[in-house]
């Protein structure tokens, strides 16, 4: 078997996740790391024995050993990394979220159909037991529908400060919100409308950083959203109080962690087990899935429609910023 030989747009953080699950393959390997940063990119080339290095996205993408890109870069330079990717005629991962705009999306979308080439998203949950398993026992109907889906967290955020930049990271309503908009999308169906209410605490940033968004399905469903990553500081320093859990007329899901949800009913307390999996696990099996989508051809599990709908959810979040409103999907 041939190996796919694999570049790296973007050797920060996020790239450690997928890069590890390339190194040792039979199928794949990686040929070439690409950072704006010739540091990062040497690093990289030191760490997981990449023979190649540049601070080109152009010079990576025109070596014809490179075969697939795996797009890491923030997510403001998702869109002209695709684009470029895709006329040169590379199969394409790009992390999530897809673009800043639903547009943006929309045109990497077209891009990648026009080239014939596989753009996958990084919506990691869609390889994760303990979300496959929610998404079960809500469909199943356990606790009864339509359902409420809760989530609160807050800290200090990203950990590097394009994340909170309006234009290149958007803050945590789009880069970290987007997992679970894509989530209860894969479990609800079609979201009707958007109420947000969101503001900014931390000074120096652009990006809004703390609030609530609710997201109502044409199922009824809804999905309500409390984050700030509003706390002094980056990278999560700073912590706050978290809460998760998911509300329906027959009873709740609650996350008490392990290889169990707990589900309460009136006649008691149910423990529903899964296969325990890690973050390590997640990538592994994406990385996997990735790579027989370029071998075969098929459709990714998270792909370009994924990325579009979730933005859209983001996009009507972010529009009004600290304007509380309904915007109509």
């Known amino acids: 078997m041939s190996k796919l030989g694999i570049g790296f747009i973007g050797c920060g953080g996020i790239h450690h996740a997928h890069a590890p699950h390339l190194v040792g393959r039979d199928d794949a390997r990686i040929v070439c790391a690409m950072d704006v940063n010739e540091a990062a990119a040497k690093a990289h080339c030191e760490k997981y024995a990449t023979p190649h290095w540049t601070t080109s996205r152009t010079e990576l993408l025109a070596r014809d050993d490179v075969d697939a890109g795996v797009i890491c ?41 026009a080239a014939g080439v596989v753009l996958q998203i990084g919506f ?12 079960e026992i809500i469909q199943e109907g356990m606790i009864g529908r339509p359902v409420q889906w809760r989530s609160v967290s807050g800290g200090s955020g990203a950990p ?15 880069d ?21 209410d969101i503001r900014k605490l ?4 652009t990006a809004w950083d703390t609030g609530t968004v609710i997201v109502n399905f044409a199922s009824g469903d809804q999905q309500v959203l409390m984050w700030s990553w509003g706390l002094p500081g980056f990278g999560y320093g700073v912590p706050a109080d978290d809460a998760h859990d ?7 899901i609650m996350f008490p962690g392990g290889n169990q949800l707990k589900v309460n009913l009136e ?41 579009i709908e979730a933005t ?18």
């Not at 990691?124 to 998404?135: A, D, I, P, S």
């Not at 998911?246 to 709740?252: D, E, Y």
């Open 202 to 205: 931390k000074s120096g940033t």
């Open 312 to 329: 859209r959810i983001a996009a009507a979040a972010l529009s009004v910023g600290d304007r509380p409103a309904i915007i109509e999907l």
């Open 73 to 113: 870069t923030p997510t403001g330079f998702h869109k002209e990394a695709v684009l470029e990717a895709a006329a040169a005629g590379k199969q394409i991962f790009c992390e999530k979220p897809m673009a800043m705009s639903v547009a943006d999306c929309e045109a990497m979308d077209a891009a990648c159909r």
């Open 246 to 252: 998911v509300l329906g007329p027959l009873g709740s």
């Open 267 to 307: 006649d008691g307390e149910h423990l529903v087990e899964f296969e325990a999996d890690t973050g390590n696990d997640w990538f592994r099996k994406q990385m996997d899935s990735f790579l027989e989508c370029c071998r075969t051809g098929e459709a990714p599990i998270a792909g370009a429609h994924e990325g």
């Open 176 to 196: 970290g919100a987007v997992h679970s908009y894509d989530w209860a999308r894969f479990i609800f169906g079609e979201a009707a409308n958007v109420v947000t």
């Open 124 to 135: 990691v949950r869609h390889f994760c037991n303990e979300w496959l398993k929610l998404r």
């Open 160 to 174: 590097t400060p394009w994340f909170f930049d309006k234009e290149l990271g958007g803050g945590p309503f789009i």
